[in-house]
């Protein structure tokens, strides 16, 4: 069963903030975000290890609750680089394990 | 250093034919994984393996088989393509599988279309 994320899809002006959520009906045992530009590959962008960690890239931080199994991912002053698709996804398990991605939030920041 | 690499990035073939999609890597990872991805529905895993030699199915294994001789080599095949594989399809590959440190390097991609 995938992560749900959310929203689907999000419009911004360049400057504005965004939050996406994403949460397991399965144990978190990190999270993982990856950002897909249009017609590109998906990039990874950070892993969330405990449980209220926070960690950031650029102006993207993102946190992890453990117990609630959610995470959610912080756009701060969105920049026209920013949009694309961002997807979360989590491991199988807590070991040698795969992981298992969200259906995508679609992200898309106008002047 | 290419990273991940994929042949071909386009293919249109027509129902019942078969074909071979080639995922090569120079990053000397363990681990290598095929996805597809549909509109709306993310990425989703069909085969992986975890070493030369070792292949393991995924979520959406039915209709694809695959084969890891070399370490550096990934291939996807389709033995008779059906409409509802059109996709693109994504090889990634990661230097280990934990659950902590699995960055996934993902190939550019290849648009399928089954006519």
């Known amino acids: 069963q995938q992560p749900v994320q959310s929203p689907q899809a999000v419009i911004l002006r360049e400057g504005e903030d965004a939050v996406i959520n994403c949460s397991s009906s399965?144990?978190?045992?990190?999270v993982h975000w990856y950002r897909q530009k249009h017609g590109e590959a998906p990039v990874f962008l950070m892993i969330?290890?405990?449980?209220?960690e926070q960690k950031g890239h650029e102006k993207i931080s993102a946190s992890f609750n453990e117990k609630k199994q959610q995470s959610s991912l912080y756009l701060t002053a969105s920049q026209l680089s920013y949009s694309g698709t961002y997807f979360c996804?989590?491991?199988?398990?807590?070991?040698?394990?795969?992981?298992?991605f969200g259906k995508g939030t679609m992200l898309l920041v106008s002047p | 250093n290419a990273g991940v690499t994929q042949t071909p990035k386009f293919r249109v073939l027509k129902t019942g034919q078969s074909m071979t999609l080639l995922c090569a890597q120079d990053?000397?990872?363990?681990?290598m994984y095929w996805y597809r991805q549909d509109p709306g529905m993310g990425l989703r895993l069909i085969h992986y393996?975890?070493?030369?030699?070792?292949?393991a199915k995924g979520e959406v294994p039915d209709g694809y088989n695959v084969s890891r001789l070399k370490k550096q080599n990934f291939l996807l095949g389709l033995e008779s393509a059906a409409p509802s594989q059109t996709s693109v399809y994504f090889c990634?590959?990661?230097?280990?599988?934990?659950?902590?440190?699995?960055?996934?390097?993902f190939g550019p991609g290849t648009r399928l279309t089954v006519l």
């Open positions: 990634a590959s990661s230097r280990t599988g934990t659950a902590t440190y699995n960055e996934q390097f």
């Open positions: 399965k144990a978190l045992y990190s």
């Open positions: 969330l290890l405990k449980g209220g």
């Open positions: 996804a989590r491991p199988e398990n807590s070991g040698y394990s795969t992981l298992t």
């Open positions: 990053m000397n990872h363990e681990y």
């Open positions: 393996s975890v070493g030369e030699g070792t292949t």
